[in-house]
C-alpha cells in the first residue's frame, strides 16, 4: 500500500503529487517568522515551516540540512507500522527548541486542531527518536524554535466523531489513565489531546498522542494500553476517529 506524505520544507515522498499542506498560522510579529519555500516541483506547490523564537530564529536551509539525514526514516516509521490499516492518517507535528549554542533542548509532538492528529503512537514514537537525534547548526541571535508539520493520507473508509459523540462515548472512562502516572512514567505536564482510532464491536484500533508538553514514553506505553481497554460505540462497518483531551 502506498500513502502520501507531505513533510513541508522537505520534499514529499511517495509516488503521485502530495495534496496541498494545510497552512500555517499567520506570524505575530515581532516573536514568530514564518520562512517558506515556493518551489516548482509537483506543480509549483508552496511549502513552508515555521521557525519561532523570542531573540533568536533558524534558517530555512539549516533546517532542511538537520533534518535531511533522517528524512527517510521518518517517512518509513509509518510505511514500516501501518499495514493494512489504510484508515490511518492524519498530521504529526514535531516541534524543537534549539538553545542559542545549537544544543537540542526538547523535541515533542505539537498539537493540532482536535481530530487532525495521526494517532498511532508506534509510528509518533518512531518519528520523535528519529527527531531526537537531529543536529542543528546555531540559531540566529538567540534561543529558537521551530516545528515541522508532516501529513499521512488515509485511503480507507474512515468517519471523524464530533465533540459530544466523543463525550458521550467515553464517558469517564479517561479515568483508566490516571494510573499510568506511577513508578517511572511521568505524567505530561499539560492537558495531551489523545486521538482514538474505533472499530467493529467498539473495539479501539489505534491510539496516540500530542499536546504542549513532552510526553514521557513509559507514560504513553501504559496509557496505549488503557485507552485500548475503553469500551466504545460500535462505528457498524466503517472506522471512528476521535479526540479526547486528557486531562478533562
Not at 493540532?112 to 542543528?136: Q, S, V, Y
Not at 499536546?211 to 496509557?223: H, L, M, Q, R
Request: proline residues 9%; contains cysteine; glycine residues 10%.
Amino acid at each position: 500500500m502506498r500513502s502520501a506524505l507531505v513533510l513541508l520544507v522537505l520534499s514529499a515522498c511517495g509516488g503521485s503529487p502530495p495534496p496541498k499542506p494545510v497552512e500555517p498560522p499567520p506570524p505575530p510579529p515581532p516573536t514568530r517568522h514564518v520562512i517558506e519555500d515556493s518551489t516548482a516541483e509537483d506543480g509549483g506547490q508552496e511549502e513552508g515551516v515555521t521557525m519561532m523564537g523570542q531573540r533568536g530564529h533558524m534558517e530555512v536551509e539549516d533546517v532542511e540540512a538537520g533534518i535531511a539525514p533522517h528524512k527517510q526514516a521518518m517517512a518509513d516509521c509509518y510505511m514500516s507500522n501501518v499495514n493494512r490499516r489504510k484508515w490511518l492518517g492524519g498530521q504529526v507535528v514535531v516541534h524543537w527548541d534549539i538553545k542559542k549554542d545549537g544544543t537540542v533542548t526538547e523535541v515533542r509532538l505539537a498539537e493540532t486542531d482536535p481530530g487532525t492528529n495521526l494517532g498511532n503512537w508506534a509510528i509518533e514514537k518512531c518519528i520523535l527518536a528519529e527527531a531526537k537525534a537531529a543536529t542543528f547548526a546555531k540559531p540566529k541571535n538567540g534561543d529558537a524554535d521551530f516545528t515541522i508539520p508532516m501529513e499521512f493520507k488515509p485511503t480507507g473508509r474512515l468517519v471523524n466523531w464530533d465533540e459530544d459523540q466523543t463525550v458521550r462515548a467515553v464517558g469517564g472512562q479517561t479515568s483508566k489513565i490516571a494510573k499510568c502516572a506511577k513508578g517511572k512514567a511521568v505524567p505530561p505536564k499539560g492537558p495531551v489531546w489523545i486521538t482514538v482510532y474505533v472499530g467493529p464491536r467498539g473495539k479501539v484500533q489505534s491510539v496516540g498522542f500530542a499536546g504542549k508538553a513532552s510526553i514521557d514514553e513509559e507514560w504513553a506505553d501504559c496509557a496505549v494500553k488503557a485507552a485500548t481497554g475503553w469500551r466504545l460505540p460500535d462505528p457498524k462497518g466503517t472506522i471512528a476517529k476521535l479526540a479526547v483531551q486528557y486531562p478533562r
